[in-house]
């Protein structure tokens, strides 16, 4: 059993509490940077794409890990800087200039939208993303001038200072720093006040707003830094598949995206991370066993949409806090170990919620 | 002018005047006590007071300003902070991460600087979490300094929240049924912090309470109210021995 001896408040604030989190997240750190050399260009691909789906539900995170509003529409951000970032480069912007630019494109669209939306709550909320999706998947297929509209549009691999980036390998570097620049800023929006007035809106607005929390101040700027991160993740994804068309960013990505956050454990950096791992490693089962099944059952075309709305219901029902959580718990026993109490993490609902307001 | 004054507030729900033209004032430095039966308005008049809800009639006055009409997030900003009935704490977050969020009146730093961390934050936080900690000694939390809320007895979660409400660093303190809920032991060592929270840290506190061993200690003024009305006021003794509050808390038992 660990025992933490504070002596400096500054303890609180860094990122590696104690001498275990550097060794861990250091050992953690040299194996990403690592595996490229140990891989083949197919398993590189499959880490890339985690990555990136790592990215996306980090943005995803912001809004409905931290304050509760459940975006089912955030595939649409993705859309819009996968597209931003494509059409920038067409238009002979360099790469490192288009992909903030895309990034930023999406957040001001998220903000401009989380304007009405932060006065709705719960489902309305949920029904409203989904439409804002459904009206940026039509504006794609529409907008043929600048997307491609149902015919696509063909995204080149990135260029570096005069540089092509064509390797699969030189790719997952440029991702990689980029997902870890993202957790960084994650992180510092979660020990800062502006995270602090997240978390507290996701759980009481009421005794938010008595603390003087602007509760519609904060929901608007987890949207735009939540479409921000989400958009950056679909510049990346751009050139990952190379080829974009409007069926890409569907409901089912959105769906993908909060079964991530959901299966990975809500509210933590942890869980978008967990999820990305989890989703990457089911797709690659399920395409894999596609091969196995009788093709009457294989060939289904709503199969994968179907499993992962049956694994999220799960999730929900009976580990809320997600694979972390199920893993908090588990270190928590063997740290503990024999002392560990059944009930440690029972919450406790000994009070009457029943004259709560709104 | 005195320091806190409501004027003629009234509120319906729907038929129910749950307050109806209900007036009094409370100087500085005072521990002032509304009591009445349950349903009689109390909370109502304190979510008014907190811009929850809009009052159909009347004014609030804080050291002669009108607060009507403030936004519920300024309410704090003015100077006046809270506690709830029924305890409203953010359950997925530390102690310390709630008495911190009890800062935010007090955050200077720009939301761009807080993204990128940068010294200047680093010290801003250090110095939020300092009072925090004085908070923490104050009233005896150390204990549970790290724990989440879901995780805490409710006589813990009381204390906590109210010192959330010290951390706002507010110069009057709403506090809703502070004792409700609580043992006698624990009820008695509210009394006392209510006593240091007006002696030592000068704030003003308005209070609702049902425990009348705790109006008596620490009340200098006491309200009583039914139906949305005011019956009787003074000091403790005088609202308790007043006939129509007799009437009213045997009426409220039938
Ligand atoms: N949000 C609300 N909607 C409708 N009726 C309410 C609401 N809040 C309070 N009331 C009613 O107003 C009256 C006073 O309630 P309240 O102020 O909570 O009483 P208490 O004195 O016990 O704190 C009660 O009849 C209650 O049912
Ligand atoms: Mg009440």
Redesign the pocket.
């Known amino acids: 059993m660990r025992v933490l001896f504070k002596t400096d408040y500054n303890q609180d604030i860094k990122f590696a509490k104690h001498s275990g989190y550097v060794f861990w997240y250091g050992l953690l750190l040299a194996g990403v940077f690592l595996a490229p050399m140990a891989l083949d260009t197919y398993w590189i691909n499959e880490l890339t794409r985690v990555l990136i789906y790592a990215l996306a539900g980090l943005g995803l995170m912001v809004v409905t890990g931290f304050t509760g509003q459940v975006s089912l529409g955030h595939a649409a951000f993705m859309a819009i800087g996968a597209y931003t970032h494509a059409f920038l480069l067409t238009q002979g912007v360099p790469f490192f200039v288009s992909l903030p630019i895309a990034a930023l494109t999406s957040g001001v669209v998220g903000l401009l939208i989380a304007i009405p939306a932060s006065r709705m709550t719960g489902l309305y909320l949920t029904i409203a993303s989904l439409a804002f999706a459904i009206v940026v998947e039509d504006v794609v297929i529409h907008w043929e001038g600048v997307t491609g509209g149902n015919r696509g549009m063909a995204v080149d691999p990135p260029m570096l200072f005069g540089y092509e980036i064509f390797e699969a390998w030189e790719y997952y570097y440029i991702v990689l720093v980029l997902l870890i620049m993202s957790i960084i800023l994650v992180l510092n929006v979660l020990r800062s006040p502006l995270g602090r007035s997240m978390l507290a809106v996701r759980d009481s607005e009421i005794s938010a707003e008595s603390l003087g929390i602007r509760v519609a101040r904060t929901k608007v700027l987890a949207f735009l830094i939540s479409a921000a991160l989400t958009g950056l993740a679909g510049g990346l994804f751009a050139h990952f598949i190379q080829f974009l068309s409007p069926e890409t960013f569907g409901i089912l990505l959105s769906i993908q995206l909060l079964l991530m956050i959901v299966v990975g454990g809500l509210g933590t950096v942890h869980g978008a991370i967990y999820g990305a791992v989890l989703i990457g490693f089911l797709e690659a089962t399920i395409s894999i066993m596609k091969d196995w099944l009788p093709p009457a059952i294989g060939n289904q075309p709503g199969l994968e949409p179907g499993l992962f709305g049956v694994i999220l219901v799960l999730f929900i029902i009976f580990e809320p806090e997600g694979v972390y959580g199920r893993w908090l718990k588990f270190r928590t026993f063997l740290e503990n170990f024999p002392f560990y109490r059944r009930n440690t993490f029972k919450r406790q609902r000994s009070y009457l919620k029943t ?1 709560r ?1 709104r | 002018m005195s320091f806190f004054e409501i004027e003629n507030l009234s509120l319906s ?2 038929g ?1 005047k ?1 307050v109806d033209g209900v007036n009094f004032a409370m100087e500085k430095g005072e521990v002032f006590t509304i009591v ?1 039966p ?8 304190f979510n008014m007071i907190s811009s929850f809800y809009a009052p159909d009639e009347g004014h609030i006055r804080f050291k002669g300003e009108d607060i009507t009409e403030a936004r519920a997030d300024a309410i704090a900003r003015i100077g006046i902070a809270r506690t709830f ?1 029924n305890i409203e704490l953010f359950e997925h977050s530390t102690l310390l991460q709630n008495l911190l969020i009890g800062r935010e009146i007090h955050n200077r730093v720009p939301v761009l600087r807080q993204l990128i961390f940068d010294p200047g934050v680093r010290r801003a936080e250090l110095e939020h979490r300092r009072k925090v900690e004085d908070v923490i000694d104050f009233l005896e939390l150390a204990h549970y300094r790290d724990e989440r809320i879901a995780n805490l007895p409710y006589g813990v979660r009381k204390k906590i929240e109210l010192g959330r409400a010290l951390c706002v660093e507010p110069e009057l303190l709403l506090l809703d049924e502070p004792a409700s809920g609580l043992n006698p032991e624990e009820t008695e060592d509210m009394g006392f912090w209510i006593d240091d929270i007006k002696n030592d840290l000068g704030i003003s506190v308005l209070m ?1 309470e049902h425990d009348m061993s705790l109006v008596n200690e620490v009340s200098d003024r006491v309200l009583a ?1 039914n139906n ?1 009305c005011v019956i009787a006021e003074g000091s403790a003794q005088e609202v308790q021995n007043h006939p129509d509050v007799v009437a009213a808390y045997l009426g409220g038992a039938a």
């Open positions: 004259e307001m | 729900f729907g129910v749950a009445g349950n349903g009689a308005g109390k909370s109502t008049i009935q609702i109210l949305g």
